[in-house]
């Protein structure tokens, strides 16, 4: 593969902290304004204000000085108070800028008296903790129920966006990003290069349909809001193996990070779903496929941070309901129960702190009760609190029956990106596998992990921890489970992605990944 250029530093996923959003049509200038002070005291003015468009964050989940020169700046130009008028330069230039501005992200007068503004400040720097509570990394046994298998063909340096086994189709997908362009790369399961496919913009998503390769672009790397990404399909040639012809299906979508394939209003054709994760603005939106490459755009929630949805039958209606994972300030997963006729209500089932920083979940009947539960992982660490956090890592939340859900199991992972359950060693219960993208001291060996399951009951969840010598190799951003050799045991496949510098980085991890960090590494599962 050809070798480009460094960048060194690339944000995917990162989440902005969204702390308020207050409209003023046509605002004098903001030396005209002046705001009259309550009789509040910092704390109360925490719950009115910082709780405004989301879930109030508890002063002791950051240490003091993240509070003070992370967080509360960029709550400040929430706020409409920009000390050093830094307003220009906090909104991009274009048709994003435009959206921004528009919905009034960054007001220009203040929306708070200054002097309560100070209040708020006050409370969090006397009141939060002087550095985060989080246990030290104990050494974990090594498993050897993987075989380390280093895919050869490498980028330099690997940037990977997405990864997927298709073993019905006898293929591999994945895409890898660089300055100059970007590749779809279509593998053999042997993991041998069938074709290379130069694509403009980074892909977050490809499915196979048929013979036909629908991808999602991002349109750029970056948090930003500029409707610059797209949903396109990729043709065999007539008699061919080979892809070649795009045809732009959606256009003009805000960052799309996650898209799914499905009939939504049971009119039997595809409509597709996307998560549009934008930055400041975006949207959870639905295309209805109205027939000849037509869509309509149905706006499910306008507001950015969409990461993954999933359809499925929650109240078992027989008609495809939504769950969706929404990060990017207001966090949570909402299920959107579907009314018949593309009509949808939402339901929030599950609320997060803005500081969290959730990145992923799944749906799994963890306790075998005939209901879907939430595995969720938050871990996403690239923004003004850049400190291992202790309330990273994987959740679990069951299923009452009644699309209610309740924290059952919380394993701790600084940094944790995914995380998947499977019966890896063939015992009959869900293993765990985990990989972190902020490993914790910006230590590899904490980037994959591998929980045996030593529950010994339904009613009980406990895992046993491993390592697994090798994967320290790389910085891994996705994580795929498929039995790709047929052999009835589910294989893991990792994708590297080292576009992002380190935060503290002490040691050289960032230039050591940068030089050796393979593409792919494959878990060659050895187990019953």
Request: glycine share 8%; net charge negative.
């Amino acid at each position: 593969m050809k070798k480009h250029s460094i960048i060194s530093a690339i944000l995917i996923f990162s989440g902005i902290l969204l702390l308020h959003n207050c409209k003023n049509e046509s605002p004098p200038k903001q030396a005209e304004i002046k705001l009259a002070a309550s009789d509040l005291s910092g704390a109360e003015l925490a719950k009115i204000h910082c709780a405004n468009c989301h879930k109030l964050p508890d002063l002791s989940e950051l240490d003091k000085l993240s509070w003070e020169k992370g967080v509360l700046p960029q709550m400040a130009y929430r706020f409409g108070i920009y000390p050093n008028d830094e307003r220009a330069t906090l909104i991009e230039t274009g048709v994003g800028g435009q959206l921004v501005e528009n919905a009034n992200i960054y007001p220009r007068q203040p929306t708070i008296a200054l002097e309560d503004f100070e209040k708020i400040k006050k409370y969090y720097a006397e009141n939060a903790p002087e550095k985060l509570t989080i246990a030290d990394s104990e050494k974990l046994p090594p498993t050897n129920l993987f075989k380390l298998v280093e895919v050869k063909d490498r980028f330099d340096p690997p940037m990977g966006t997405f990864i997927k086994s298709f073993p019905q189709k006898d293929r591999i997908i994945y895409s890898d990003a660089k300055a100059d362009y970007c590749s779809i790369e279509i593998l053999d399961l042997n993991f041998k290069l069938i074709q290379s496919l130069a694509v403009p913009k980074p892909v977050s998503e490809i499915h196979i349909v048929g013979d036909t390769l629908v991808a999602t672009s991002m349109g750029k790397f970056m948090p930003n809001d500029a409707p610059a990404g797209s949903v396109f399909k990729i043709f065999k040639q007539s008699g061919s193996e080979e892809y070649s012809g795009f045809f732009n299906e959606l256009k003009d979508l805000q960052r799309p990070v996650f898209t799914t394939i499905s009939d939504l209003n049971q009119d039997k054709k595809d409509d597709i779903l996307v998560c549009e994760y934008g930055n400041h603005t975006g949207g959870l939106n639905w295309y209805e496929n109205k027939g000849n490459r037509q869509y309509e755009r149905h706006v499910l929630l306008a507001q950015p941070g969409a990461t993954k949805a999933i359809v499925h039958d929650f109240n078992h209606d027989d008609l495809p309901d939504i769950i969706a994972l929404m990060a990017q300030g207001d966090e949570g997963i909402d299920i959107y129960f579907n009314l018949g006729n593309g009509q949808f209500t939402r339901q929030r089932v599950l609320r997060f702190s803005p500081l969290y920083g959730s990145v992923n979940f799944h749906l799994t009947d963890i306790n075998k009760d005939g209901y879907s539960d939430i595995i969720y992982i938050n871990g996403d660490n690239a923004d003004y609190s850049i400190v291992d956090k202790p309330y990273h890592g994987v959740r679990f939340f069951l299923n009452n029956g009644d699309n209610g859900f309740q924290e059952e199991y919380f394993y701790p992972i600084p940094g944790a990106y995914d995380a998947q359950l499977n019966d890896f060693d063939g015992d009959g219960d869900l293993d765990m596998a985990a990989i972190s993208f902020f490993p914790k001291n910006n230590n590899p060996e904490n980037g994959f992990v591998y929980l045996e399951n030593i529950s010994k009951s339904k009613s009980e969840i406990n895992f046993k921890a491993y390592s697994l010598p090798g994967t320290e190799k790389g910085r891994w951003i996705k994580m795929d489970v498929s039995d790709i050799n047929g052999d009835g045991k589910k294989d893991i496949t990792l994708l590297s992605f080292t576009g992002m510098e380190l935060a503290k980085d002490n040691n050289g991890q960032f230039e050591k990944w940068l030089k050796t960090s393979p593409s792919i590494l494959h878990l060659q599962n050895r187990g019953k």
